[in-house]
């Protein structure tokens, strides 16, 4: 099944809400130069690319008037799947900090491994030993860049 | 140069230069070719060893390096879709859109060929006419910058494909992401939101990752799954004419290739521009000259050539200006000028009439790189090829992982994986509406220099923007801009 929404007109709205979002952020965000006279205050570039955002996202939204709705591509179970990869990815990355690189990066190959179809436990082991201590290897002691140990490792 | 040419081959011609260029190059191809690792990271890790070598062999193993990553970050963008390099951003439009057709082999013959010619060319120009397109660089002001850089973003209306507001949106992504973190001239905070990690701006290399291997990865989860079934991420094609550039395919993008040479010699002459500009730029270019433009972005051989021979042709442009000003382009010809600097070799136009044999050394050196190029990347290839038959059940889960960790090697930061996360899944919901990634890496890359360029020209022309119209060069840049402009949304109208 699929879910229907009219979509390019949402797009263009969503472009113009993003460069209104700028442009209101713009006095909180942009600090004040401590020498007075500069020929380009530091907000100009982003003020400019609200305007962008805002002319852009207008002119998608008048150009959807004319055009068909379309599907938006997407099924409940691709949604479901979607959702889930996305909370074990940002679980990897907490954990990676926490348990240390190699022991999360096994974890997370063995889960993902499953979880893309393969059934082989004799390959999904020998990839959750291998791949971690070679990317381990070659980082920590070829190019002297620390990975995180965590309280495992 | 027929006085120095019998001494520097003296010099160049032995077993262990031939040995430290190969060495280089494959360092080089290895580097690129992996998602966070970088060729200045290497260039400066191997730093230290040139000090107890030769100048000649030193510089030689560092350019191998920089000609092999920078084709190296190809081989990742055409198999698995993720940019080894920077500069390999657009190699990713159409490299990996014909492997998944089956033809991943004639996409990476296609960068060697491309890489290995635009470097050809650039040595060329840059051992016979270096001087004159160093003095031709010189006069790029400000004003002529900021020209160029507008020129560069005009390609982004051609590089977005179908939707060209969708593409013009997608920009202004990039570039709004880069206004983030501190301001170049008055280092005021910009849209930090108070997170002291954004101080520093939005990392390259999550943001890359994020953008093409995240959101990939994102894009194969939704798949069915057949439990035990071996899968691929993309098809290996069996026909013979799949896996080889034909002559007539060759002959067919000889003008790409020249062109994309002309325009990565240019821009790499350039100090402060790069290898990724050049192959954005190359690759408008392409389009916009092409006779099938609509096959661009959907698997174009012609789009292949264009963005490779365009970034490898950088790589010669770069050290025109090293060598003949003593200025450093970027940080890898930056590091290059420490060995000659370490070594007593003062770059500049006295480096050629004092110390001409080493020089020209070096030259013999460069052309000899490229030789060894062709050799070792085409030797690579059957073992790069090799990745694509690992099935995706255990090729994706390792994808994911080699990324997390070079996300996390740029800086050491968590905080970087976690932006990676968040660009993926950004770049996703792009995908899925179909906004094309590809400017809103150009807006990101081509931003610190739109804007200190203007603020620079500004304050050189006392407050007028008439300069930018009334320099030839500019103007040239400005004219060939609204040409891309123009022709691109009347393109699109039709």
Known sequence: MKIKMGRSFGEGAAVFLIGLGILLLLPSQVEKPLVSEVQIPPSFLPMVVAIGFMLTGAGMAISSLSSKTLEFPFTKVEALRIFYSIGLLFLYSFLFSRIGFVVSSSLILGILAYLFGARNWVKIFLTMALVPGTIWFLLEFIFSIPLPRGLLF | LLDYIWPAAQIFFTFKNILLISAGLFIGIVIGAIPGLNVPMAIALLLPITFYMHPVAGLSM????????????????????????????????????????????????????????????????????????????????????????????????????????????????????????????????????????????????????????????????????????????????????????????????????????????GIGALPGTGAAIAAFVSYGAAKNASRNPEKFGKGSLEGVFAAETGNNAVCGGALIPLLTLGIPGDAITAIMMGVLLVHGLIPGPDLFTKSGDIVYAIFIGTIIANILHFFIASLGLKLFIKVLSISRAFLFPTIIVICLAGAYAGDSKVFDVYLMMVFGIIAYVMKKFDFPLAPVIMGYILEPLLETSLIQALILNKGSLLPLITRPISLFFIILAAFFITRSFSQQKK
């Open chain 2, 62 to 265: 560092l350019i191998g390096v920089y000609k092999g990553g920078t084709y190296g970050g190809s081989i990742s963008a055409i198999l698995i879709n993720t940019p080894g390099a920077p500069a390999a951003a657009a190699t990713v439009l159409d490299g990996y859109p014909l492997a998944q057709q089956g033809k991943a082999g004639k996409a990476l013959k296609a960068a060697i060929y491309g890489s290995v010619i635009g470097e050809f060319f650039s040595d060329l120009v840059l051992i016979s006419v270096a001087v004159h397109i160093a003095n031709i660089a010189l006069k790029f002001g400000p004003n002529e910058k900021f020209s160029l850089v507008f020129f560069a973003l005009s390609t982004i209306a051609i590089i977005s494909g179908g939707d060209k507001l969708k593409g013009v949106a997608a920009g202004l992504t990039g570039l709004f992401l880069r206004t983030i973190g501190l301001e170049p001239i008055s280092s005021v905070k910009r849209f930090t939101l108070g997170i002291f990690d954004l101080t520093g701006g939005i990392p390259f290399l999550p943001l890359l990752i994020g953008l093409f291997a995240v959101s990939e990865f994102l894009a194969q989860i939704e798949k069915k799954v057949i439990i035990g079934r071996k899968d691929y991420i993309v098809p290996i094609s069996t026909r013979p004419e799949d896996n080889y550039v034909t002559w007539s395919e060759f002959r067919q993008n000889f003008k790409t290739i020249l062109r994309s040479s002309l325009i990565g010699l």
